[in-house]
């Protein structure tokens, strides 16, 4: 708004009508869906990382996704992926390699573990 526009305005004084508040709830239910409808690719959560891993790897970053041995039963699989500039870091600095491993720092779908594991040069 311009400076003009700006003092025309008048203060009223008068409360919001509770039901066109906005709280701190709306905002982060709105961040929330926004995020979710950008992240879930479909409704499957295998089919949603494959898609994820499409969309990655035709974006030039080198990506994996495996069914992990041993856990086909249980739909368990082992995912990574690299940007590009990542992996040029890693070409220049990787004489020293280290396997950072978070275990249980979140639960999948079902309710399983998810293991992160981190490569640091």
């Known amino acids: 708004m311009s400076s003009e526009e ?3 305005l008048k203060v009223d004084n008068t409360p919001l009508p509770y039901s066109i ?3 701190a709830q709306d905002i982060y239910n709105v961040v929330r869906r926004k995020a979710k409808h950008e992240t ?8 949603s990382v ?5 969309r990655l790897w035709g974006t030039r970053w080198s990506t994996l996704y495996e069914l ?5 039963g249980r739909g368990g699989y082992t ?3 690299v940007s590009p500039w990542q992996k040029k870091l ?3 600095y990787a004489d020293t390699v280290c396997l950072d491993s978070t275990h249980n ?4 779908m079902d309710k399983e573990k998810v293991f992160l594991n981190t490569v640091l040069t």
């Open 50 to 54: 494959k898609l994820w891993m499409e």
């Open 79 to 81: 995912l990574a992926f």
């Open 68 to 72: 992990t041995p041993g856990e086909e």
């Open 105 to 108: 720092t979140c639960k999948g």
């Open 40 to 47: 879930i690719l479909a409704p499957e959560i295998g089919e």
């Open 21 to 23: 508040k906005i709280s």
């Open 6 to 8: 700006l003092a025309e």
């Open 90 to 92: 890693i070409g220049e």
